[in-house]
């Protein structure tokens, strides 16, 4: 299986300020077939289901602000908010799609307002 | 519109069984994946199983191998996890949840609370 850590477990950050959660798993979620990583970012908010954020590790969902990008490669990876709002206040997940339909998740990272 | 929509809240007695649902709509129920993820009240997000309701091929995760059953009935695109036998150790929200190999999961079904109290 393909273990999903991520870092750090919460973070509190000013408005208008960076945010930057990591996340690493296990094996390689990079298939050299087509150059794409299998990586999916979620973000959820209290009492909603998670919300699809970014996939194929950098790709942005339709409709999600532009101040949410992702980067990474292979086995580490990174969710950056780049200029906090109130509405970003969520918990963020990563997830690995290679071993699809088998799917892990990360254990979340909790982003606060400082 | 891609849609899934769950069967509404329960609560139940250890030792009772459940059977919950999911339905979709808007795509073909039959070329995708369905999965389930439990969250348990304050933690993260565990992936479960998953069906793909054209052939049922049917995978679990080791930890909740034996202890639910996921089925499909893809003449009415509904998908259900079931328990034989509760405990309180299954209080939690469950999802149902569209699996692809191009974005992972997309959507998300607006979750059923299962509460198992004596």
């Known amino acids: 299986d393909i273990v999903m850590t991520q870092s750090p477990d919460s973070l509190a950050v000013s408005l208008g300020e960076r945010a930057t959660i990591n996340c690493k798993s296990s094996q390689s979620v990079l298939y050299s077939s087509n150059n794409k990583n299998y990586l999916a970012w979620y973000q959820q908010k209290p009492g909603q289901p998670p919300k699809l954020l970014i996939y194929w590790a950098s790709t942005r969902e339709s409709g999600v602000p532009d101040r949410f990008s992702g980067s990474g490669s292979g086995t580490d990876f990174t969710l950056t908010i780049s200029s906090l709002q109130a509405e970003d206040v969520a918990v963020y997940y990563c997830q690995q799609y290679y071993s699809t339909p088998l799917t892990t998740f990360g254990p979340g990272t909790k982003v606060d307002i400082k | 519109e891609v849609q899934l929509v769950q069967s509404g809240a329960e609560v139940k007695k250890p030792g009772e069984s459940l059977k919950i649902s999911c339905k979709g709509s808007?795509?073909?129920?039959?070329?995708?994946?369905i999965g389930w993820v439990r969250q348990m009240p304050g933690k993260g997000l565990e992936w479960m199983g998953i069906?793909?309701?054209?052939?049922?091929?049917?995978r679990y995760s080791p930890s909740f191998q034996g202890q639910v059953t996921i089925s499909a009935d893809k003449s009415i695109s509904t998908a259900y996890l079931q328990w034989s036998s509760l405990k309180a150790s299954d209080t939690a929200m469950y999802y149902c949840?569209?699996?692809?190999?191009?974005?992972?999961?997309?959507?998300w079904g607006q979750g059923t609370l299962v509460t198992v109290s004596s």
């Open positions: 949840v569209r699996q692809t190999d191009s974005v992972g999961v997309d959507p």
């Open positions: 808007g795509y073909s129920f039959t070329s995708y994946w």
């Open positions: 069906i793909y309701p054209g052939d049922s091929d049917t």
